[in-house]
Each structure stands twice: as C-alpha cells, then as structure tokens.
C-alpha cells in the first residue's frame, strides 16, 4: 500500500516579530509562528523582567503579554499580568517573621480593573490584631493608591518595585516591615 503524503504546512507558515507594549519601548521579545495574522492574535506570551530590561538581578519576575493585533508581521501586546517566582518570595520569609498575604482588586485612573497581590514580610512575628491591622492598611492604601495611575503607569510602578515600595512606607508605622512585594497582578476588566 503506498504512503499518501500530507500536505507539509510548515511551509505555508511564517514569522511574526512579538514586541513588547511602548511602556516597555515596544522592545522584541519573541517570535512566532502562524499560518495567518488572526491565528496569532490572543495569544499569550511570558517573558522575564530581567530579558526584557536587561538587568539579571529582575529574572525573579515574570511578565506576561497578550497579543492584541497583528500589522506587518509584528505583534504588538498589551500587558496582563506579572508574577514572582516562589524560590523569591520563599527566600524573603525567614524564620520568627510573619508573611502577610493581602488580594485585592484596583481600578486605574483610566478605569482598568487589576487583581493585585502583595505581600508583607515582618521583622519578627506579630500579634493577630498587628496582622489584622496591616492587612486592611495595605489593602485600602492600595486601592486609593491605584487611583492616582493610569493603567500603564501602574503596571510599570508594580513591576519595577515602586508600588510596594510606596505601601512599604505607609505601612512600616504599624509595626516593623523588613519588605514589601507585589506578588502577582492580572489584569480581570477592560475600560469601563
């Protein structure tokens, strides 16, 4: 019996340049491949802060991309979510510290909706109403904080440090604070 052969569609596919949002410079950050333009949109891409900046010391902090349209071979993406790595976050709690963990949702001056988790690692360990109070302290401050960037302003504020820095200082007043980190953000409503 003879082999029928396939069509090879390797061949009838082609590159796309994948470039980062302009708040990261509209840098390259990947290629992919796809028969046609309307297969690549929506699709998401992870890279790592340090690829991105190029500076080694942020390859804790992943970044994700999600590719909103296609134009010339170059697929341009719009941020929706960052993370830390959990050998990072493990190597900032230490022994006889409390880690507060605090989710909560934020709206942008621009009316996106973002899920925001910080976390809080103290000195030494603290009593349950020191817990409690730093909790809701870091959760409103954050949520009025939000309001004062627009979408892209906040985005790059959480993932170069200068969002938890700022709740850093509020918060340290409660009780001692050795860091602040936001964790993790997603991106769950588009503009209102």
């Known amino acids: 019996m003879a082999r029928t052969r396939g069509r090879d569609t390797w061949r009838t596919k082609e590159w796309y ?3 980062a949002p302009p708040m990261f410079g509209n840098a390259k950050i990947g290629e992919t491949l796809a028969s046609k333009p309307e297969k690549v949109k929506d699709r ?3 890279t790592t802060l340090g690829d991105l900046i190029d500076d080694f010391s942020k390859t804790h902090i992943k970044v994700y991309f999600k590719i909103k349209e296609v134009e010339n071979h170059e697929a341009k993406t719009t941020f929706v979510g960052h993370d830390m790595s959990r050998e990072y976050i493990r190597s900032q709690v230490r022994r006889r510290t ?3 963990d605090c ?3 934020v709206t942008t001056s621009d009316g996106r909706k ?3 988790t910080a976390i809080a690692v103290t000195l030494n360990r ?5 817990k409690k109070s730093l909790h809701s302290e870091m959760e409103n401050y954050m949520q009025e904080r939000a309001k004062d ?3 892209d302003q ?3 504020q959480m993932i170069l440090g200068k969002f938890a820095s700022d709740v850093y200082k509020h918060v340290k007043e409660i009780c001692p604070i050795r860091r602040v980190e936001v964790k993790k953000s997603k991106v769950i409503g588009e503009e209102a």
């Open 154 to 156: 906040l985005a790059q």
């Open 44 to 46: 998401v891409i992870e």
């Open 149 to 151: 960037y627009d979408f």
């Open 103 to 105: 989710i909560t949702n």
């Open 17 to 19: 340049d994948i470039l």
């Open 98 to 100: 409390t880690k507060i």
């Open 126 to 130: 603290v009593q349950s109403s020191q």
């Open 114 to 116: 973002l899920r925001v």
